[in-house]
T-cell receptor, first 113, second 112 residues
């Protein structure tokens, strides 16, 4: 089955700096890669996603890049703000796995004012 | 449109007791799933159901589910163990046609 690894497990940045979180996946048939943000005590919520036919996607201060050859994808947050502090999860879905998401272990991002 | 709802929010069980965690969705989607969330381990899939009347498990023991209708997907702990202390999250895709999963608010379960 699919295996997703996520790095780093913790990340601390100064407000205004950029943050990058990286994930690798094992199943070359995976074709959908979402990123979820989970604030303390709340449920995970989708912030951006990318499909395997696209190399990059941007939404304001966040962007996701995908390298299918290397089987890795990354989340980029620019001009970080304290409200970006949360746990971020990457995930992957394979072509044959229906809606079954395999998640990474999560990254605790702290943005220091 | 409430999305995905879960009850209870918190519960404490003693080892060996049984309990059912409730999950309901009003998005009329066939697929529903249960994850458990533990510190440093992300979200791990426990059970999923592609449609009413079907279920498939990802972990071997300790849990049961039923899917009698589209809306409800209860998760039962048959004989609770301390290793099942966790936050349990139920999820279902929306109606956008994408693979986005909507999560319920979660149930924080402690087994003593």
């Amino acid at each position: 089955g699919e295996n997703v690894e996520q790095h780093p497990s913790t990340l601390s940045v100064q407000e205004g700096d950029s943050a990058v979180i990286k994930c690798t996946y094992s199943d070359s048939a995976s074709n959908y890669f979402p990123w979820y943000k989970q604030e303390l005590g709340k449920r995970p919520q989708l912030i951006i996603d990318i499909r395997s036919n696209v190399g990059e996607k941007k939404d304001q201060r966040i962007a996701v890049t995908l390298n299918k050859t290397a089987k890795h994808f990354s989340l980029h947050i620019t001009e970080t703000q304290p409200e970006d502090s949360a746990v971020y999860f990457c995930a992957a879905i394979g072509e044959t796995s229906g809606s079954r998401l395999t998640f990474g272990e999560g990254t605790q991002l702290t943005v220091n004012p | 449109n409430a999305g995905v709802t879960q009850t209870p929010k918190f519960h404490i069980l003693k080892t060996g007791q049984s309990m059912t965690l409730q999950c309901a969705q009003d998005m009329n989607h066939g697929y529903m799933s249960w994850y458990r969330q533990d510190p440093g381990m992300g979200l791990r899939l426990i059970y999923y159901s592609a449609a009413a009347g079907t279920t498939d498990k990802e972990v071997p023991n300790g849990y049961n589910v039923s899917r009698l209708n589209t809306e409800d997907f209860p998760l039962r702990l048959v004989s609770a163990a301390p290793s099942q202390t966790s936050v349990y999250l139920c999820a279902s895709p929306g109606t956008s046609g994408r693979n986005e999963q909507f999560f319920g608010p979660g149930t924080r379960l402690t087994v003593l």
